[in-house]
């Protein structure tokens, strides 16, 4: 399990670790495919869960992205700035 918080860690860290943001976007995905099938075979319930699972997915990466990426672009502008 450490090395598995190391290795999350060490990707948040480095500049190639912008994938974060497609993790949210997975559920999304799925939730696409939920509502597609839960509509076609006329189940409810499946078409709910997987609107609600596109929702936030699409909302949870637009946050993701902006949380790991725009900050730490923000944070490098400021200090370009200040210097």
Request: glycine content about 10%; overall charge negative; hydrophobic content about 50%.
């Amino acid at each position: 399990m450490q090395h598995l918080v190391e290795f999350l860690r060490r990707v948040r860290d480095e500049e190639d670790g912008h994938a974060i943001p497609a993790i949210p976007a997975l559920f999304a995905a799925v939730g696409g495919l939920a509502l597609a099938c839960g509509s076609a075979n006329d189940i409810e319930w499946v078409s709910w869960l997987g609107g609600v699972l596109v929702a936030v997915g699409v909302v949870g990466a637009a946050l993701a992205h902006h949380v790991t990426i725009d900050y730490e672009v923000f944070d490098r502008l400021e200090k370009l700035e200040q210097k």
